[in-house]
Structures are given as structure tokens and as C-alpha cells.
């Protein structure tokens, strides 16, 4: 349920709302506008039966939200979410008028590999860093990724170039050590459903990165989120990545459509993973045209210096030139959307 | 920045620290004692026959540090998230039997 306050409604008003709300033990969500204000209750709505919300001074209407997701729901928040990644040493922003390309490799490999990179994707225009450190890979005999090494070569790549970096999270005891290295935690595909990690991701101060499951659905996308969010962690940005369909000429199915979906059923910023979804470097660059005309609000893309001797993922690679070429068509793209590019205000290497 | 300033300022900075660190111990003096009497609260609901549980006093609370948060210049939302969370822990004690 959400509570629309009139316009200029006093923060005793408010508190009043919220008092009456959180007396019968639901909890309370606060999104402010300049005009409007939302209350949204979180909890059993029947609990609210008895309390005369209507009658409630300052309130203006009161809407039930059948959504089973509350937080991450479009109604919740007055205005979109922009979630600001990074800090001192540079930004990216996801979810506002500018559209941010996150690039780096698969996984992380070497300092040199993954510098060199960096610097590559940077000069290119990204204005964020991937790189794995734990792999989830289908074969335990697959390259699983260098672990801890991987993320504080990140943090020292981060330095050296000021892109922020983000990183996946397989594993609840993972989670404070990723979070001391990167700028934002990314949920796998694999582990779009591990509630444990979603709850305890919760509890962290780093944006989260929630890819979709390979057969989840965009409703089961969203409760993903909602866990993360009903934990305390606002911060959260979607990321479609390609559904598992009967096609088997890609990797995957990119849903563009899920794109749009989720814009108008959240509130919540939403990127795309042209290289999981093709799972081939040939088709990222269109890939990632059509998510950016579909409203993507970023990209999220594999980069390797040699995709030919890459340790994973070396088939939906782009190498340099190609990602280059990308990036200059982009901005066609964007702007065609009524969007552009993200330009990264950080001061340039200090390395 | 001229070395004399920055040194000045490295050692402002470790100044701030240490209180900071002297502040976050009394928050956790205070928080201990909050619990005791929380504990205690418990008890004495258990003996009048009460629920543990009383989102009305809760609610009240809430508001009342949100209030204050609010005259104090604080951020209300991120005080409100705390106080929760204070809450919170407060009720796990009193619920917690000897």
C-alpha cells in the first residue's frame, strides 16, 4: 500500500503517518519529491485495516500496491533511481539522463593484463571497470578465477586509473573482503536466487550489481532486488544479461522487451550484458545498440586485450579495435534515445 | 599544499580520529546499558503479564528520535534506520530469556 501526501505536507504530518502505520508493525518506506510525497508500507496490509488512513491529516490518497514486490515497485518512489558508484577517484552514475559502459575482462588475469585493459576501455570511454575475481564456472576444472589477488589487483587498477571498479560476490563469506576492494558487488546470473547472499548484501554500503537469472523471470528479478532492498540496501541496479530460450545459435536470448518491462514496473536503473547474451563477439555491438534504443540506462561489456588466449569467455570477448568501434557508434545511438554517453568527470591517470 | 599545512592537517586529521574513536566507545557504553534495561524491560512485561512485543511503544519511539534527529540536523531517514536497527536489538534481548 502507498499513502500520496498532499502537496506541503509537514514533516510532523508525515511522522504522524508513519507513527500511526508502524504502531500496528509494518514498517514504513519515505519517498520524497518536490510536489509529492509517498509513504509505502511494508508488512501484512492487513494489519492496516483498522487504522483510518484516509482521515489522517496531510494524506491525500491511499493505493494498494498488488505487486508482490513493494521497494523495487515504480509506485514506491516519486521519482527514478540513480545509483552513483565510486568516489574519490571517479564516478559512474546509473539511472539518470547519461548512459555508463562498464568494460574489462572476463576475468582477472594479471596486473599487467588487467592494467592495460584499464587504461584501453578508459581511453575508449568506459567509465567503469569489470573484472572477475571469483568465477562461478559450470566445470569445477574450469579456471575458477585469482580470488583474493584479483581484487586487490582491482583496487590498485582503480587507483592507477580512476575507473570504479565492480566485481562479483559468489558467497555470503565473501561478501566483507569483496566489499573492501571494489565499488560495487555484482549478484551472477547462478546466484540470482541464493537468498542468503541477496539478504546479506543487504547489509552492505556498496551498490549492488543483480544480474538476471538465466531462467528467471522478470517478476522473480524484481523479488531478487526486493530482498536486497527490504535488507536495507537501496541501492541496486538491474541487469539483463540474456534468458536460456530453445535457440542455440547464441548463448543466449536477450529479452529487450524486458527492458521496458522493468523500467515501467520499477523505479530501479537497468543495464544490459550484450556479451552474456550473445555469448559471441560479433553480436555485442548490435546487442548493445538495440538495448541502448530499448532504454538501458548502461551497458555492462567483456574486453580482453586477446580474446584468443583469454582464460574464460574468450568467444564473447571484444578485442580493443572492436570495442573502440563500438563506443564511436554508441553515441549515435544514445542520443537518438534522447541520452549520452556518460563522461567521466575523474581527474585522468595518476599513474 | 605546502608541507607545513599538510602536516598540519595529517595531524588534525588524527585528532579527529581518536575522537571520533572515543565517541564510538561511548555509543557502545550506551547501546550495552540501552540492552540491560531492555533486558530488564522484558522482565518486568513478563511479570505484569504483558507482550513482548508493542509496535505502538516501538512506533512512539521512532518517532521521537526521529523528531530530535530532525532538530538536531541530522539526516531523519539514516537516524530512523539506526534507531530501528537499536530497536531492533532491543526487543531480541527482551524476547532472549535468562
Redesign the interface.
Given at each position: 500500500m502507498i499513502i500520496i501526501t498532499r502537496p506541503h505536507v509537514t514533516d510532523a504530518e508525515i511522522d504522524h503517518i508513519r507513527e500511526r502505520i508502524e504502531a500496528v508493525g509494518m514498517r514504513t518506506h519515505l519517498s520524497r519529491g518536490e510536489v509529492r510525497t509517498i509513504i509505502g508500507c511494508i508488512g501484512d496490509e492487513s494489519l492496516l485495516a483498522e487504522v483510518p488512513l484516509r482521515s489522517l491529516p496531510g494524506v491525500e490518497s491511499v493505493t494498494p500496491v498488488l505487486k508482490p514486490y513493494k521497494l523495487a515497485s515504480r509506485e514506491f518512489a516519486v521519482d527514478r533511481t540513480i545509483v552513483r558508484v565510486g568516489g574519490r577517484d571517479g564516478q559512474a552514475t546509473f539511472g539518470g539522463r547519461s548512459i555508463a559502459v562498464i568494460a574489462g575482462p572476463c576475468s582477472v588475469e594479471s596486473r599487467e593484463m588487467l592494467l592495460d585493459t584499464a587504461h584501453f576501455v578508459r581511453d575508449a570511454g568506459a567509465t567503469m571497470l569489470r573484472g572477475g575475481a571469483f568465477k562461478p564456472r559450470t566445470s569445477p576444472y574450469a579456471f575458477q578465477g585469482l580470488g583474493a589477488k584479483a581484487l586487490e589487483l582491482l583496487a590498485e587498477t582503480r587507483a592507477a586509473t580512476g575507473l570504479p571498479v565492480v566485481t562479483e560476490v559468489m558467497d555470503t563469506r565473501q561478501v566483507d573482503l569483496v566489499a573492501e576492494h571494489a565499488d560495487m558487488l555484482q549478484v551472477g546470473a547462478r546466484n540470482m536466487q541464493n537468498f542468503a547472499l541477496l539478504a546479506e548484501l543487504g547489509h552492505v554500503q556498496r551498490p549492488i550489481l543483480l544480474k538476471r537469472g538465466l531462467s528467471a523471470t522478470i517478476k522473480e528479478l524484481l523479488m531478487a532486488a526486493e530482498y536486497i532492498m527490504a535488507n536495507g540496501n537501496h541501492d541496486v541496479v538491474l541487469c539483463e544479461r540474456g534468458i536460456r530460450t530453445y535457440e542455440t545459435a547464441t548463448r543466449n536470448t536477450l529479452d529487450i522487451a524486458a527492458i521496458p518491462v522493468l523500467k515501467r514496473e520499477s523505479h530501479l536503473p537497468v543495464i544490459v550484458d550484450p556479451s552474456h547474451a550473445g555469448g559471441d563477439a560479433d553480436l555485442v555491438a548490435p546487442l548493445a545498440f538495440a538495448a541502448i534504443a530499448a532504454g538501458a540506462d548502461g551497458l555492462i561489456v567483456e574486453v580482453h586485450p586477446n580474446p584468443e588466449c583469454a582464460l574464460s569467455d574468450g568467444d564473447q570477448s571484444l578485442a580493443p579495435p572492436a570495442f573502440t568501434q563500438m563506443m564511436a557508434q554508441l553515441g549515435a545511438f544514445a542520443r537518438a534515445a534522447g541520452r549520452e554517453l556518460e563522461v567521466t568527470g575523474a581527474p585522468r591517470a595518476v599513474a | 599544499m605546502s608541507d607545513p599545512a599538510k602536516a598540519e592537517a595529517l595531524t588534525q586529521l588524527a585528532q579527529c580520529r581518536d575522537e571520533i574513536e572515543r565517541i564510538d566507545n561511548q555509543i557502545v557504553t550506551l547501546l550495552s546499558q540501552r540492552l540491560a534495561l531492555g533486558k530488564r524491560t522484558g522482565e518486568l512485561k513478563r511479570a505484569a503479564g504483558l507482550p513482548i512485543?508493542d509496535?505502538?511503544r516501538?512506533?512512539?519511539v521512532?518517532?521521537r528520535v526521529?523528531?530530535r534527529a530532525?532538530d538536531a540536523g541530522l539526516p531523519?531517514?539514516a537516524a530512523r534506520?539506526v534507531f530501528?536497527q537499536i530497536v531492533g536489538m532491543s526487543r531480541r534481548a527482551q524476547e532472549a530469556k535468562e
Amino acid at each position: 500500500m502507498i499513502i500520496i501526501t498532499r502537496p506541503h505536507v509537514t514533516d510532523a504530518e508525515i511522522d504522524h503517518i508513519r507513527e500511526r502505520i508502524e504502531a500496528v508493525g509494518m514498517r514504513t518506506h519515505l519517498s520524497r519529491g518536490e510536489v509529492r510525497t509517498i509513504i509505502g508500507c511494508i508488512g501484512d496490509e492487513s494489519l492496516l485495516a483498522e487504522v483510518p488512513l484516509r482521515s489522517l491529516p496531510g494524506v491525500e490518497s491511499v493505493t494498494p500496491v498488488l505487486k508482490p514486490y513493494k521497494l523495487a515497485s515504480r509506485e514506491f518512489a516519486v521519482d527514478r533511481t540513480i545509483v552513483r558508484v565510486g568516489g574519490r577517484d571517479g564516478q559512474a552514475t546509473f539511472g539518470g539522463r547519461s548512459i555508463a559502459v562498464i568494460a574489462g575482462p572476463c576475468s582477472v588475469e594479471s596486473r599487467e593484463m588487467l592494467l592495460d585493459t584499464a587504461h584501453f576501455v578508459r581511453d575508449a570511454g568506459a567509465t567503469m571497470l569489470r573484472g572477475g575475481a571469483f568465477k562461478p564456472r559450470t566445470s569445477p576444472y574450469a579456471f575458477q578465477g585469482l580470488g583474493a589477488k584479483a581484487l586487490e589487483l582491482l583496487a590498485e587498477t582503480r587507483a592507477a586509473t580512476g575507473l570504479p571498479v565492480v566485481t562479483e560476490v559468489m558467497d555470503t563469506r565473501q561478501v566483507d573482503l569483496v566489499a573492501e576492494h571494489a565499488d560495487m558487488l555484482q549478484v551472477g546470473a547462478r546466484n540470482m536466487q541464493n537468498f542468503a547472499l541477496l539478504a546479506e548484501l543487504g547489509h552492505v554500503q556498496r551498490p549492488i550489481l543483480l544480474k538476471r537469472g538465466l531462467s528467471a523471470t522478470i517478476k522473480e528479478l524484481l523479488m531478487a532486488a526486493e530482498y536486497i532492498m527490504a535488507n536495507g540496501n537501496h541501492d541496486v541496479v538491474l541487469c539483463e544479461r540474456g534468458i536460456r530460450t530453445y535457440e542455440t545459435a547464441t548463448r543466449n536470448t536477450l529479452d529487450i522487451a524486458a527492458i521496458p518491462v522493468l523500467k515501467r514496473e520499477s523505479h530501479l536503473p537497468v543495464i544490459v550484458d550484450p556479451s552474456h547474451a550473445g555469448g559471441d563477439a560479433d553480436l555485442v555491438a548490435p546487442l548493445a545498440f538495440a538495448a541502448i534504443a530499448a532504454g538501458a540506462d548502461g551497458l555492462i561489456v567483456e574486453v580482453h586485450p586477446n580474446p584468443e588466449c583469454a582464460l574464460s569467455d574468450g568467444d564473447q570477448s571484444l578485442a580493443p579495435p572492436a570495442f573502440t568501434q563500438m563506443m564511436a557508434q554508441l553515441g549515435a545511438f544514445a542520443r537518438a534515445a534522447g541520452r549520452e554517453l556518460e563522461v567521466t568527470g575523474a581527474p585522468r591517470a595518476v599513474a | 599544499m605546502s608541507d607545513p599545512a599538510k602536516a598540519e592537517a595529517l595531524t588534525q586529521l588524527a585528532q579527529c580520529r581518536d575522537e571520533i574513536e572515543r565517541i564510538d566507545n561511548q555509543i557502545v557504553t550506551l547501546l550495552s546499558q540501552r540492552l540491560a534495561l531492555g533486558k530488564r524491560t522484558g522482565e518486568l512485561k513478563r511479570a505484569a503479564g504483558l507482550p513482548i512485543l508493542d509496535p505502538t511503544r516501538e512506533a512512539a519511539v521512532i518517532r521521537r528520535v526521529t523528531e530530535r534527529a530532525r532538530d538536531a540536523g541530522l539526516p531523519s531517514e539514516a537516524a530512523r534506520e539506526v534507531f530501528w536497527q537499536i530497536v531492533g536489538m532491543s526487543r531480541r534481548a527482551q524476547e532472549a530469556k535468562e
